[in-house]
C-alpha cells in the first residue's frame, strides 16, 4: 500500500510537470504580432471614425447648398438643412454652430476649389487677354458645375448671390489673381503704369456680377451655351476697359 502511495505520487508530480511545462507555450515574436494586430485596428477605428467625419460633414454642405438654392439663405433654418440629411440634430452640431457657420464653410471650400481649378487652367507666359479668357472661362465653367445640381431642381434662389468677400480665402484668391495679372501685364508693352489692384477688383467684380447673372440664364434656359457667352463678354468688357485706360 505505501508503495502503491509513493508511485501515484511520482505520476501526479510528472503530470502536473507536463501541464506545467506545456499550459503556457513561448512562441517567438508572438507579443510583437499581437502589438502590431492592436495597433493596425486602432488605425482601422480611428481611419473609419474620419471617414465618417467627413461624410457627416460633407452630407451637411451639400444640404445646405440645396436648401439655401430653395427657400433662400436668409428664411433658411437649421432644422430645414437637418431635414435634407440623414444625420439627427444633435449630430448637426458637432460640426457646425449656426447656419451662418455653414455658409462660412461653403464659401471657403469653393473658393479653394475654385483656386485649384484656376492653378490646373493657367498656362506658363500668357498674354493679359489669354489670361483672361483663361480666368473667365475656368470661373464661369466652375460656377455652372458647382450649381448643376441645383439648376437641376429648378430651385429659385441661387447662393452664388449670396457670397462673402471679405474671408481669408477671398484675400488670398485676389492676392493670386493679382499676382497673375501683374505677370502678364509685363509681357504687355507701353502700358505705363497701372494699378493692378484696382484693376484685379474689377476683374473680379465683373466675374461675380457676370456670373450671378449667367446662373440666371442657365435656370431659364439650360441647353443655352451661357458659359461661352459669359466667358467672351466678360473678357471683352475687361480688355476695352484696360486699352481705354492705357491710352489715356
Partial sequence: MP??????????????????????????GSAVTLSKTSSTQKETAIGRRERSKAANRKAILDAARLVFAELGYDATTVRDIVRRTDLASGTFYNYFRSKEEIQKALVSETLIEFSERLREAKQPDMSFEDYLQCAFGAYFSFLSQKNAEVLKLGAPYLPQSQIMTDTPEMRAIFQEIRKDVEDALEKESGIGTLDTEYLTAAAIGIAREIGDCMLHRLFKTPDGDAVAEATKFATQLTISGFRHNTAS
Fill in 3 to 28: 508503495t502503491n502511495s509513493f508511485t501515484q505520487g511520482l505520476d501526479d508530480l510528472h503530470r502536473t510537470e507536463d501541464v506545467t511545462n506545456h499550459v503556457v507555450p513561448i512562441v517567438p
